[in-house]
């Protein structure tokens, strides 16, 4: 034992020996010099070598400091020498080579390349460390740039010389641009189920050149055309369906060039058993409702992507945001494939907390009342967008943006950050019709009074014929319920030769009203009490003889109403909405067991749809409708201004209809608009947006319209027809501005024939 212990000693101790031995010798350094070196400061090269006086280095240490200097990327050669040695130590000297720096890059033939699109292709800058590789890249630059703008076969030419000036390199690019290519034919090879013509529209980005196609290749937008290709075919049921070659040949003269596709198509496949596993949440009918294919259909891999899509939507929704479903596709015989989906529904999320940011105006609490999701609650995506909806509609802010942070392993917290605008208006409005004159408005309306979501308007509103004053205010959340009260004072003067009468109305208005959850929550209904005193007087002799509605002059009028307003608005914005719609019912009792002097009922309906369409534009369609009659048979008992007039922009009094003036649409008596009982009108707009904030779009639209004497003559087929265009423009304390150019389709000329009208109508502060 005691011999094979001194061996392994002997052993260890030889071992220590020939390592110590195999050590390199290590020199101390005495002195460290620089050459080569133009641009680059020698002390950066001493730095980077990681060699310094009075250090030992040994010779894997001069190997080391040659890499970093490498790691540079700054020298094109590097040598470290012995400069001379001692007995103290050894002197080195580093000596580089530098890469050039690039003086300029002339570039000549470029005729359809040039600006940012030829700097970007250069990729090069002035004074900078030129390496062969940049040259070799402006290149390949340069020829993808030309492809990828048709010219396939333009060549590019580099050449290097020193600046004698500044002894710098000077690179010049010689590019033959040669003639655009055009694609001539588009064939494919190996197709049986579909024709070349069928394939050929399949390609976007791709297609032969016509009178109205360019018939440019470029190889990007090809790559492209041909996953879409793979996916027609996929969703035609050919699952084993690819692409084995593409090629492309020129015609004689190198203008036109053939692309060849060669396509393996495989059979038809059909979908055989559909089985699931993992789901807890949803029933398996209930899934395989949603999938979109069923045992024994057509394969298609782009329906069955999206039954997925909507079933993982269905999980987010109910508060499982990690939920994930694994298909897995096993084929069966030559033409059926199983599937099988595993899912993995996670945890159930609910809401831990709600928190609100950006609101340095609007009291928080004015912002949570609208939300329809709660902290405790599952985290429901479909109530988090309408939330958003509700808070939108507000029009208090320019933006919201709500973010989704997980807290745990099932808890999220919700922040609603918003962005304030301004809320108040500053009520400048205006607009003329040739019957009025200048009708104006001045006052002001604040929608978010104090921050706590009061509304509060005060108006004055004057014309040659026409002046009123109103003031009101509304409380939306009455003792923070969802009930609305609001209390209105007005006082409106019309007259003038046009009239042939003048007419003075004063009285209040007092509102109650209550959002509701049946039918389902956008609904709403209010009730409207009016109370007024109406008076006419100034008749003019000629409105004196003929009288149509039969007014009495110089005696008060009392009048007490009741209104119903049903209301329906599911708009996603408040200025610019791109879908839902606002559906309106509004019927009037005046008189009867309310007492006072007019007796009539009134009903007015509106329907307003917005349907979003490609590119941002956005297609409105109103439709309206009203009816009015008394409760006698005393005509006197219906207000002169409670018949429906049409015309216009409505300004003053009634229904819109642009390309005439006001209240020149309907029964006129002695050049008198006398009004009817029953309305209609439709109207077409299609909006393009041009800015967000502040909101401005385009309109051109079309609608017609007409107000009939009685129901008797009512004809929905006889309407006056009107076309034209416009622009909005919402602005801050100022509200709408607008301007229409409208023409009227059914004037009549001074021999009955018809002729047509422009005519413009610009206005601030309402819209049509």
Known sequence: MRRIHGFLILSFLVFTLLCHAAEPPKLRILGISIEGNQTTDAGLIRAYSGLAVGKEVSGDDIQGAVRQLWRLDLFSDIQILEDREVAEGIYLIIRVEEYPRLEEVQVSGNRKLKGDDLDAALGLTPGQVLHPRDIVRLKNRLEEKYASKGYLLAEVETETYESTSTGRQVVNVAITEGKK????????????????KTLRKRLKKTRRKTLFRSGEFNEEKFSEDLKRLGEFYRAEGYRDFEVVSDSISYTSDFRRMIVSITVKEGPVYHYGEITWSGQELFSQSFLEEHLLVARGDRYNENKFQQGLQEIGAKYYDRGYIYAGLQPAETPRGADTVDVHIAVSE???????????EG???TKEKVIRRELVLYPGETFDVSRLRRSIREVTILNYFANIVPDVVPVSDNEVDLYINVEEKSTDQAMVSAGYSQRDGFIGTLGFQMNNLLGNGHQFSLDWN?????????????????????????????DTHRGGSYYGFD???????????????????YFRLDYIYRLDRTEY???????????????????PRFSSSLTQIVTRDSRDD?????????????????????????????????SKWYLPFPAGFVLVSLTEAGALDGLTSDP???????????????????????????????????????????LFKQSLELRFPILRNPTVFLLTFAEAGNVWRNFEETNPSDLKRSVGFGIRLFMPFVGMIGLDYGMGLDYLDSNGLRTTRWEPHFQFGRGF
């Open 346 to 356: 996670g945890n159930e999320f609910k809401v831990h907390r709600i928190h609100i």
């Open 574 to 606: 408040p200025e610019f909405p791109s879908s839902g719609s606002v559906n309106l019912l509004r019927t009037e009792l005046t008189g009867g067991v309310l007492g006072g002097h007019d007796q009539f009922v009134k009903a007015n309906f509106s």
């Open 537 to 555: 007087s100034n008749f003019t002799e000629s409105f004196r003889t003929s009288n149509p509605r039969s007014l009495v002059e110089d005696k």
């Open 636 to 678: 006197g008992d219906i207000p002169y201004f409670d018949y429906f007039f049409m015309g216009g922009s409505g300004l003053s009094l009634g229904t819109s209809l642009r390309g005439y003036d006001e209240r020149a649409v309907g029964p006129q008596y002695a050049g008198y608009a006398v009004g009817g009982k029953a």
């Open 359 to 361: 609101n340095t105006k």
């Open 462 to 490: 004057f014309g040659k014929v026409y002046r009123s004053f109103s003031i009101s205010f509304t409380e939306p959340w009455l003792f923070d319920t969802r009930t609305l009260i609001g209390v209105s004072f007005f």
């Open 503 to 521: 007419e003075d109305i004063i009285g209040g208005t007092v509102r109650l009203g209550r959002r509701l959850k049946w039918p389902d929550d």
């Open 181 to 196: 290519v055009k694609i001539k034919r588009i064939d494919f090879v190996g197709n049986e189920a579909f024709s070349d």
